[in-house]
């Protein structure tokens, strides 16, 4: 089956359902880099917020070590400034305190009443001296006596050995006894310190820590992140009585994949198979589109198939009602389809007078019963009331699942077909009666082409006789002879009446077992009467041993004696000329040398003269009846000969003979050896 293939291409389908799915995949390809972007701010947002509450931890650390350290401080007041006591426990303080380098009691001027320093950091205080913290160490005093309670100073610079220094920031306690001012204890804090004995060393992990200004000038390094990657920052504001610290947590930025956490991940495997799944569902949608082509392709094919039937094709269903006609079924019955679909039983189309049997069969039809493959005929009425007969060839119709749902019928209307049998059957009986009368024709021309010579015989006879009656010096010997010839050629014309009659009726003829001498000496007479008349010489030539032939006798002597004149005739008088010795006529006989494989053995009859021969139209209408040269000729005898040994199962074929002539030859059966 081939359909059209630019149904394909207006079709819009396809072009449409690549930039649906083009459009779809850049969605999908937006949609995850949205989301790889907005999972990697979110992780970053969440390192950040980490960061931030690690630096506050660490401050809130600081702040509370400070509280803690400023109430340890607070102890050293006990004991007498001057005392070793008070040395001791200093020292002890600087030795458990990292954070802490100097720890000092001055008076409420100012005066240093007892110092120590830290054992950490050997000569901090001998590169500069003292004195010059001492307008910082003032400041936080003073700050201190205003509120009663510790304050510390903004932190500075102190240079060290080696061109180094450190931060450090100082703490003023006022302390007071019975209400009045003592002095002050100052504890001094290195910043580093600080960092490196409170900070948690579980939140550095990996990270920097320092004090900065707050421009993010770094005032003292704890730890800082190895080399050159991407920094966060956090910061944390350490608030202290008269002074405020900023602390600054730095950490490297994780590195971020295209995938960084499980959830992009899941995003995109998600969509990854989404993709899959709408891939598969595309292809699949490919595949039912054509699908769906290609039927209905199928379907308008078949429809196209069906209204340019002539045959009528009705559907039912188990219940008779019709469910499908084509148009020409609807032209046939000469109703629209609306009339007939639906249409139950007794049909529309059923003619009154045969609603019964029709019922009967519909009946034995829906018990189940087989219908015949080769089909039915039925009548049908048309709706003007014209009765026609129909060829019905009907299925069973089966669903997808196997079960019958009806029956579909092709439906021909034979009204043309009965037509033409009638013409056929009219034209036939005239023929009949044109031959009959033509046969009969036939019959009297043969009868009076066959009779010619036993009658001419006859005539010849009995004019000898008359003749030997009226010289009565010849005396009568030869009259009996001359009258049993006579009668010999009364017979032989009775006969020829009757073989003709019989063959012409196409009767089965008598068939007997002849010997070809006898047949060619039954015709010797005749010959011999012709042979004379035109002075010609009759050579018979019967080979030895040759077998009987199975025949009408009649008929094959009067086809040996047609040959044999028509022979004489092609040799008239002067040609060929008398002295050449041609004037000829031989009839021979033999046996035909049987085949190894063949059952039958015949026996070939040849009749040769020396005439002009056939001209080529001769040739090829020799057989024709009427076919004629001679002024006096029938045209029939060739036309005979043939049939008669046809009939005998033989054929009859002509040759040339050199170097002028003609050879007609037959076969006959040779009757079985007994
Ligand atoms: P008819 O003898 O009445 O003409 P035939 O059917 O016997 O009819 O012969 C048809 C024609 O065939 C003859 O008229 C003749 O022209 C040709 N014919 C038949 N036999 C011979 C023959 N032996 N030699 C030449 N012509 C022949």
Redesign the pocket.
């Known amino acids: 089956m081939t359909h059209p293939s630019n149904a394909a291409q207006a079709w819009p389908y396809p072009r449409r359902w690549w930039l649906a799915g083009l459009l779809l995949l850049a969605l999908l390809t937006g949609l995850l880099g949205v989301l790889v972007f907005l999972a990697r701010e979110y992780e970053a947002a969440r390192e950040q917020d980490d960061l931030s509450r690690d630096v506050e931890a660490i401050a809130n650390d600081m702040r509370s070590e400070l509280t803690r350290n400023t109430q340890t401080v607070q102890l050293l007041n006990s004991a007498d400034p001057n005392s070793a006591l008070w040395q001791q426990r200093a020292e002890r303080l600087l030795q458990s305190h990292r954070a802490l380098v100097r720890l000092e009691w001055r008076d409420p001027d100012m005066a240093l009443l007892a110092s120590s320093n830290t054992p950490f950091l050997g000569a901090l205080f001998q590169t500069l001296p003292r004195d010059q913290a001492l307008p910082d160490i003032r400041r936080a005093c003073d700050a201190a006596s205003r509120i009663s309670g510790p304050s510390y100073s903004s932190n500075y610079f102190w240079p060290t050995a080696g061109g180094r220094g450190l931060a450090l920031m100082e703490m003023c306690l006022p302390i007071a006894q019975s209400g009045t001012p003592k002095g002050f204890l100052v504890a001094t804090y290195s910043l580093a310190g600080m960092m490196a004995e409170w900070a948690n060393t579980s939140l550095l992990r990996g990270r920097g820590l320092a004090f900065t200004e707050a421009d993010g000038t770094r005032l003292s390094l704890h730890a800082t992140v190895p080399g050159g990657r991407e920094l966060m920052l956090a910061g944390a504001l350490l608030d202290l009585p008269g002074h405020t610290l900023q602390l600054q947590l730095q950490s490297p930025r994780r590195p971020l994949g295209l995938f960084p956490n499980v959830l992009t991940a899941v995003v995109g495997a998600l969509s990854l198979s989404l993709l899959v799944v709408l891939a598969f569902l595309a292809h699949d949608m490919r595949r039912r589109w054509r699908a769906e082509r290609e039927l209905a392709e199928a379907l308008a094919f078949r429809k196209a198939m069906e209204n340019s039937l002539v045959t009528g094709l009705r559907a039912r269903d188990m219940q008779g009602r019709l469910t499908y006609v084509n148009p020409a079924f609807c032209d046939m019955v000469g109703l629209p389809p609306e009339q007939l679909l639906g249409s139950g039983l007794p049909a529309p189309y059923w003619p009154d007078e045969l609603l019964d049997v029709y019922q009967q069969r519909q009946a034995v039809r829906l018990a189940g019963q087989a219908l015949p493959r080769e089909g039915f005929e039925s009548m049908f009425q048309r709706s003007d009331g014209t009765r026609f007969p129909v060829l019905i060839i009907e299925a069973p119709l089966i669903d997808a699942h196997g079960t019958q749902t009806g029956w579909m019928s092709a439906v021909l209307d034979l009204s043309e077909q009965r037509r033409v049998e009638e013409l056929n059957r009219a034209q036939q009986d005239r023929l009949q009666a044109t031959a009959r009368l033509a046969m009969m024709g036939e019959m009297a021309s043969l009868l009076s082409h066959e009779l010619n010579q036993p009658l001419a015989a006859i005539a010849s006879y009995a004019n000898g006789s008359l003749n030997l009656l009226a010289d009565p010096q010849r005396g009568d010997d030869g009259l009996p002879s001359a009258m049993r010839q006579i009668v010999a050629q009364a017979d032989r014309a009775a006969r020829v009446i009757k073989s003709v009659s019989d063959f012409v009726r196409r009767r089965e003829q008598v068939r007997e077992a002849v010997n070809a001498a006898d047949l060619l000496e039954s015709i010797q007479p005749l010959l011999a009467l012709q042979a004379s008349k035109l002075g010609i010489r009759v050579l018979i030539n019967v080979q030895a041993g040759v077998p009987p032939v199975v025949c009408d006798r009649t008929m094959v002597e009067q086809v040996l004696l047609?040959l044999a004149r028509?022979?004489m005739?092609?040799m008239p008088h002067g040609d060929p000329p008398a002295r050449s010795g041609w004037r000829v006529l031989s009839l021979s006989v033999q046996a035909v040398t049987p085949e190894a494989s063949a059952a039958r053995r015949w026996v070939e009859f040849a009749v040769t003269?020396h005439?002009?021969?056939?001209s080529e139209a001769?040739k090829t209408q020799?057989f024709i009846p009427f076919?004629?040269?001679?002024a006096d000729?029938?045209?029939?005898?060739?036309?005979l000969c043939r049939t008669v040994i046809e009939q005998h199962a033989g054929e009859l074929t002509h040759a040339p003979v050199l170097p002028r002539g003609?050879v007609?030859r037959f076969r006959l059966p040779a009757a079985p050896a007994l």
């Open positions: 047609n028509n022979g005739q092609a003269d005439g002009q021969g056939l001769a020799l076919f004629t040269t001679k000729g029938m045209g029939l005898g060739l036309s003609t007609f």
